[in-house]
């Protein structure tokens, strides 16, 4: 059971709701009469090695609530993975502060982090609980069916592309967006989960599950805007060739090689200009356009999934549970259990840490360029109810009177 | 009196609301018993010239009512500009269709289409009521106080500074957003519209009303992140040196000159990327990232001012009532007549037509780096009560019993 001090502290990117997960775990592990305080670590582990504590005890529920409804780690985060003497520095301001459980909210690099911990603790004979919590807009930590902080960053891409389809039906072109995730598409494949009409854009996905092709993006293309005389396409920032590298670092390459010197295209928007650039130059379609998401994806203020924040806020109020009565170190998943309802679990630290989930090939469209409806089925309820619906003009045509 | 067929049409970049002005003003011209059908063209005046004729007569209120809650010109938009000989087939059309007054609902250059087409209607013998229904999320319309699609886009670029401003607080650095604005640094501005406390970004502004100095740019970012271990920064796209030539061309032309070739860097994520690679270059900061926030400022499903969708209906429904009472050309206006309360007038079409409004000088900050209090003043009405509260750790520190 818990007893004498929990720190808790939060790594790894931010998320829309990973405050959630903090405030759930709170006021659970407050609300245990064994525990003395509730300590936070700012800046994640490196807050613990520099003893940058906050008495989260003394904050209020209203505050709280508050703070659990912010987006990214009120705490502040990290990306500090500790070796043995940061360990080691560790365990010495746990013992200064009689902390014996430690709660890490993050994703894959995070879930390593309590790992390493809980593990130099065991070889150290310190005593002390490792929880790991997850989050992370990439969807990628195993055994999960989903994380905590997908629902509401694929909210915000399937609402942005629903947008802007709207947009690039007013405005016939072709429009190029680059979404986030590295080596999981499922955060791109969301930007068709606001599809309605069979002409619903995004007409063409690239994930990089699959291995990006540049010639066959810009024939996809080309025929999209030949049949519908536009074309919207969401792009994984992790697209790769065959062996792996990254799209963005070959294109660039190539410009390099074509004698432009060491020009900066490793910048955010590189992406998305460098395939609007492939589109314009192999095609003679004249209005390209290109966006790359960026950080607004896993910030923006008020785009929150219901399904999301609940899961998070939960996650984070069972792991103190799981702690305190199952009394082992491990990592919280969150399991699919209807359509839709989902549960909470606890596995061995070792079963999540540093791994990486992709998405599964019955998500993927043969073709390879988009998703299928088993993946709409998948993601709809993790976005939950919040995106409008949306009119299309459905008046009649008038007949014409003039030869043209 | 409105007599006849009435047609209505979209001109320009889509907002969050142009469809609200739609339905206004096809709400209000059914209920005229001497309106006979309310038309709509598709793409905007090009519409008109290829007979692309929608009844809107038969469209029932709830689908209306619908499109009006959907992004973007439901009936597809244009940016061409007519002449004699374009004015001269829209008149056989509008003939040919018992068509007596035209509505069109656009910016600066929309409005100039409907004093052309006025004028040459006016020139031919042409009996024909032109009334132009002002949006553009740039705001930068004369005698307009504000213009409908603006406090929507407002609270977006809002809600992703607010968002953007956690993300860097969590995890320190530079950032860099690119906003819409190339003349005029309204929604630019609005990036500070969600600020609550003192160290809240977006911590520099920089607006197309003032001149961009490199230099000055960098000392600027330096000073802030020294005094706060990072630094949000809003940028226009429009930012321009003391020649107006747009920052962007400038610095792509330096790349140039430096031998890096016909690089494109016209791309929309381009001056994020300059700027960010300029702050990398002369300062020490490690962690520096940019975002150009592109299309989705626009047409986000979802992001709309309640202020702002109101107005864009209420401006549609004016329009029809001043034509119709009136019986006269003219531009629709918003005047700010309380804090807040807004009315709807009518202005001659010469007055708005082509004309671009820039920020008061009373909304920018001396240094030409930030806005006032005055500019906080003026937007927050207009972005309305749907930015949600935050919160922030209040727990007191814990005191140190380790030494460094």
């Known amino acids: 059971m818990l007893e004498g001090n929990v720190l808790i502290a939060q790594g790894g990117g931010p998320t829309a709701v990973i405050n959630q997960s903090l405030v759930g775990a709170v006021l659970a592990a407050r609300a245990i009469p064994t525990v003395s ?77 309590a790992r390493i911990v ?163 130059a192999k095609t003679d379609i004249k209005r390209v356009r290109g966006d790359t998401f960026g950080y607004l994806q896993r910030s923006f203020l008020g785009c929150v999934s219901e399904t999301d924040a609940t899961e998070a806020r939960g996650v984070g109020e069972a792991a103190v549970r799981f702690a305190h009565i199952q009394d082992r170190n491990g990592s919280m998943v969150i399991r699919r259990t209807g359509d839709y309802a989902s549960t909470y679990d606890m596995v061995d630290l070792s079963e999540i840490a540093a791994k990486t989930k992709v998405m599964d090939d019955a998500f993927i469209a043969n073709e390879g360029n988009d998703i299928t409806p088993a993946f709409l089925s998948y993601v709809r309820p993790l976005i939950g109810n919040g995106i409008p619906r949306v009119g299309r003009i459905r008046a009649p045509q008038v007949a014409k009177k003039l030869s043209a």
């Open 118 to 280: 809980a593990d130099e603790a065991a070889a150290e004979g310190v005593a002390l609980r490792c929880v790991h919590i997850p989050k992370t807009i990439d969807n990628d930590l195993v055994i999960n069916d989903h994380t905590p902080g997908f629902g509401s960053a694929a909210k915000f891409v399937a609402s942005a592309f629903a947008g802007i389809d709207h947009d690039n039906r007013a405005l016939p072109g072709v429009y190029v967006g680059v979404v986030m995730g590295r080596h999981a598409g499922f955060l791109t494949a969301a930007a068709a989960a606001a599809r309605v009409e069979p002409d619903d854009g995004p007409h063409l996905i690239y994930l990089p599950e699959r291995t990006f092709d540049a010639a066959k993006f810009v024939t996809d293309v080309k025929a999209v805007y030949d049949r519908l005389g536009r074309c919207v396409i969401a792009v994984s920032e992790g697209v790769h060739d065959a062996d792996g590298t990254p799209i963005l670092s070959k294109m660039s390459e190539a410009v390099e090689t074509d004698a432009h010197g060491n020009v900066q295209l490793s910048g955010t928007g590189a992406l998305a200009d460098l395939l609007v650039g492939e589109i314009k």
């Open 37 to 113: 305080k509730v300590l936070g670590a700012r800046h994640g582990v490196r807050g613990i090695i520099e003893e940058d504590l906050v008495d989260l005890t003394m904050e209020t529920e209203t505050d709280l609530n508050a703070i659990a409804g912010t987006p990214c780690s009120a705490l502040g985060s990290t990306r500090d993975k500790p070796d043995a003497d940061y360990c080691k520095r560790i365990f010495q301001v746990l013992k200064a502060h009689d902390i014996r459980t430690f709660f890490y909210i993050g994703g894959n690099d995070s879930s390593d982090v």
